[in-house]
């Protein structure tokens, strides 16, 4: 049986953080990139849980996972609608191609 | 925390419960008055003028309330807040007005109702931002701004453009709020706290490792810098001025910009800063050296803006980077790590509030009559439109920085904290910057003057409410070019942060 410790939940974190931003980097569909907005708040929040678990900082560190958990439900929400009106201005949610504002 | 501790510090964020009382308010008003929206804008500024009286009775308080630990608390109320709180406050009038004028708003004019709620929630996001001592409550106010400005940015649905700025916005945004997460996480992890004071004395206590409090560190000021538009974070910046409704324009360049300055002046000095010494220098923690990243990011911030605005033939994207450009001269008052900077940074913001909102004013009022925001279609425009055109010749000069107006003051004084500190090379740099924005500003101004065009330009007959927005806005340029000993000695008297 294999202890698990901080160690093993920083290295889960650092892996969905990476993998957040992959995604937002490299995704085209609108959609895709704002799951990975979602890997990202997902991986700060296991590093705040696991922190306050293993720190012995107290409750804390779970209460920010839940205030979190919150906004990113809110932010979704918002940035889904947002991307829900694009869909129906161009129908097209590749962001790519949504490109009338540049330089 | 007792009760009675909790509601006696509620008394302390009145100007708060007053801006969320107005919000409701707005909403119910919404409701029960149908189709007639009439009244929202003047709710508006009735709340906005209570909040005004609110936040002008708490001045010279220095408490700190909602005490987490006996050390600890979320917010703290300082006069370094209030001044941020006030230049909010003055923003959020003239843009309430600047709404009431916009063609593109009063499309929308069926959504009211949620353009003033979210307004609102704008304001509360920032009012919480410029207090706040707490990272929770950094990001949750930070969010609160945010989502209401992802919002707005796109408030008028049926237009491509609108709808494009608030994906790029909110796309952004997100990415960058989830990194300053991150970073949060990471000092809670080394520290346990997210406190600033508590985080400041641990820091100076113990022998944290740099790497990871490095990385941290710069992780959370990509939140602050998204906020800014701090380069490289600037990248939604060009994009969504462009696209977004014009007030909303306005409003992220001067409100959203001065909060997130608040937060930032107000997360370096409590974290990193070891004391104070007779002259006003801010000694830190030598661990990191954050000066030098500060130094960096407004070399590229300045020299970034002032260059891409060179080329641009939208006026609004223009006044984009332009605004960007003077992130960049304001981060080095902040670079200065003295009391001196942090006061030229102040004058400097309420300055630039009233130039800003200017340009952006005539823009609208422009675009309003002619339809378009291109330089190119102000050719000839000058002899047309006498008023607008000597106002936007006023803004413009006074942004580049010259005598007598008021731009000039608050240059001479960021100057002049730059060469106390020493720091000639990054005073030279930023003059530099000053002369190669002299081109695009004064390109806007020959366009409008000295070029002659066959075509018959059309004459715009201005309300006399908004004859009286753009006197209020010009006079203070003029007026504080000449007179400016009032507001050096206001933003002097508003230097003082809780526990400095």
Request: proline share 2%; hydrophobic share 55%.
């Amino acid at each position: 049986m294999i202890h698990v410790g901080l160690t093993h939940f920083l290295v889960i974190s650092i892996v969905l953080f990476a993998l957040g931003l992959y995604a937002v980097i490299t995704r085209k569909n609108a959609v895709m990139v704002l799951m990975g907005i979602e890997l990202i708040l997902n991986s700060a929040n296991i590093n705040f849980i696991a922190f306050s678990k293993f720190g012995n900082f107290g409750l804390q560190g779970q209460l920010i996972a839940l205030f979190v958990i919150i906004l990113a439900a809110a932010e979704a929400a918002v940035a889904l609608a947002i991307v829900l009106n694009i869909y129906k201005t161009v129908a097209n949610i590749n962001v790519d191609e949504i490109d009338s504002l540049k330089d | 925390m007792n009760t009675e501790q909790l509601l006696s510090d509620i008394g302390f964020i009145k100007p708060e419960i007053a801006i969320a009382i107005t919000l409701v308010v707005i909403v119910v008003v919404d409701l029960i008055m149908g189709k007639n929206k009439k009244a929202l804008p003047y709710i508006s500024i009735a709340g906005l003028v209570i909040t005004g009286l609110l936040v002008i009775q708490q001045f010279g308080t220095s408490v700190s309330v909602f005490k987490t630990s006996p050390s600890t608390s979320l917010l703290v109320i300082d006069n370094f807040g209030l001044y941020f709180k006030i230049i909010i406050l003055l923003a959020s009038l003239f843009i309430i007005f600047f709404s009431m004028a916009s063609n593109e708003i009063k499309s929308t004019y069926a959504r009211h109702g949620e353009y003033y709620t979210l307004i609102f929630g704008m304001i509360l996001g920032m009012f919480l931002l410029s207090s706040a001592v707490d990272f929770i409550l950094i990001y949750l106010s930070i969010e609160l701004l945010s989502l209401s400005s992802y919002v707005l940015a796109g408030f008028v649905k049926n237009s491509l453009r609108n709808s494009e700025a608030s994906l790029k916005y909110v796309i952004y945004g997100g990415v960058s709020s989830g990194v300053m997460l991150f970073g949060i996480s990471l000092i809670y992890g080394l520290t346990g706290s997210t406190n600033l004071y508590e985080i400041n004395s641990l820091i100076q206590l113990q022998n944290f490792p740099v790497v990871t409090l490095l990385i941290a560190g710069l992780f959370v000021i990509v939140g602050f810098g998204f906020k800014i538009s701090a380069v490289p974070f600037h990248f939604w910046t060009p994009d969504v001025y462009e696209g977004a409704p014009l007030p909303i324009t306005a409003y992220l360049s001067v409100a959203s910009k001065a909060a997130g300055f608040a937060v930032l002046i107000r997360f370096i000095k409590i974290t990193f800063v070891d004391s104070i010494d007779e002259h006003g220098f801010w000694q830190l923690i030598s661990v990191v050296d954050w000066r030098s990243i500060i130094i960096l990011l407004s070399i590229l911030t300045m020299t970034l803006g002032n260059f891409s605005a060179l080329w641009q033939d939208n006026l609004k994207r223009m006044l984009a980077y332009s605004s960007i450009a003077h992130a960049g001269y304001m981060l080095l008052g902040l670079a200065v790590l003295s009391n001196e900077g942090i006061t030229a940074i102040m004058l400097y913001f309420l300055i630039y509030l009233f130039m800003n909102l200017g340009a952006f004013f005539v823009v609208m009022l422009i675009a309003n009559k002619i339809g378009s925001e291109d330089i190119d279609d102000y050719k000839g425009l000058g002899r047309s439109i006498p008023y607008l055109g000597v106002s936007l010749g006023i803004f413009l000069v006074s942004l580049i920085g010259l005598p007598p107006t008021a731009g000039f003051i608050a240059k001479i004084y960021l100057f002049i904290a730059l060469v106390d500190a020493k720091m000639i090379t990054l005073a030279v740099i930023a003059l530099l910057n000053t002369v190669v924005s002299l081109y695009y500003y004064v390109r806007v101004l020959r366009n409008l003057y000295l070029v002659q065009t066959e075509e018959k330009r059309p004459a715009i007959k201005m309300s006399l409410l908004n004859s009286i927005i753009l006197f209020l806005l010009v006079a203070p340029l003029i007026i504080f070019g000449i007179y400016f000993t009032p507001i050096v000695n206001f933003a002097k008297s508003s230097l003082s942060i809780f526990g400095f």
